[in-house]
């Protein structure tokens, strides 16, 4: 079996580079931000205090989350609907940072992807991967970008969506989730032991891809 981490900050190109390595790999891809986004999204929707850590850890115990395969995409069900589209909100990465920081939440999650990689070979991407979710993966890579570049991404993103938000702002809100990711009690983002550092600013998502790949295919039993 072979398990590949990739970790790094918002906006660093992991989702597109673990997708794309998964799908060459023909093996599961888990989007842990996803997971994060999905149970902040239930938190909201429920109208759920987002401080109050005790009803909101309870509401994460009790959501099902899985990952389905549609028409090639990956989608995530929350309690068997598709919400793959409205975890993507601007309300719900507001507030992601602050739910995915409690202890509760994060031991509910990581539990859940541990039994989704069991018998399976797997591209995973998230914060706290390398470092505490798969710390003997077999494969670490550790992505990293300027606040400048990943803010010129979203803003990208969001023009396409007809978003309005200035690139000032964008680099302010990266800041923010950088900040609360990098600073929080448990499982802070950190560079794993180990991880090859992949810098993104300056190469295409297609370079990262075969980055990732030379590395997995050095493997000597693959
Ligand atoms: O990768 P993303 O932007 O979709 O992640 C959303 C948030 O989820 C991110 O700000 C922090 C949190 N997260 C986390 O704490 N641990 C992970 N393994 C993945 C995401």
């Known amino acids: 079996m072979i398990t590949v ?8 190109g992991k989702s597109t580079t673990a997708r794309l390595v998964a799908q060459k790999l023909k093996c599961l891809y888990i989007d ?3 997971m994060y986004r999905a149970v902040t999204f239930r938190v909201l929707s429920l109208g759920v205090n987002p ?3 005790k009803t909101l850890v309870e509401v994460v115990r009790n959501s099902d989350i899985k990952f389905v395969n549609k028409k090639g995409e990956l989608a995530i069900l929350l309690n068997k609907k598709d919400v793959t589209k409205e975890i993507r909100s601007v309300r719900v990465t507001q507030h992601v940072s602050l739910i995915s920081s409690y202890r509760g939440v994060r031991e509910h999650l990581v539990a859940l992807q541990r039994e989704m990689a069991e018998n399976s070979n797997i591209v995973c991407e998230g914060r706290d991967i390398g470092t505490v979710v798969f ?3 077999d ?10 570049e990943r803010a ?7 023009q396409r969506a007809h978003v309005r938000k200035t690139l000032e702002e964008l680099k302010e809100d990266i ?7 990098s600073e929080r009690e448990f499982s802070p983002l950190r560079i794993p032991d180990g991880a090859e550092i992949i810098d993104t600013a300056n190469i295409t998502i297609q370079e990262q891809v075969e980055r990732v790949l030379d590395l997995i295919y050095s493997l000597e039993d693959i």
């Open 32 to 34: 842990t931000g996803a």
């Open 51 to 53: 401080h109050d850590e």
């Open 135 to 137: 710390p003997n993966a």
């Open 5 to 12: 981490s990739i970790d790094g900050p918002a906006g660093s």
């Open 175 to 181: 800041r923010k989730r950088d900040t609360m990711d």
């Open 139 to 148: 494969i670490k890579v550790y992505l990293d970008c300027s606040i400048e």
């Open 152 to 158: 010129k991404r979203r803003l990208l993103d969001l």
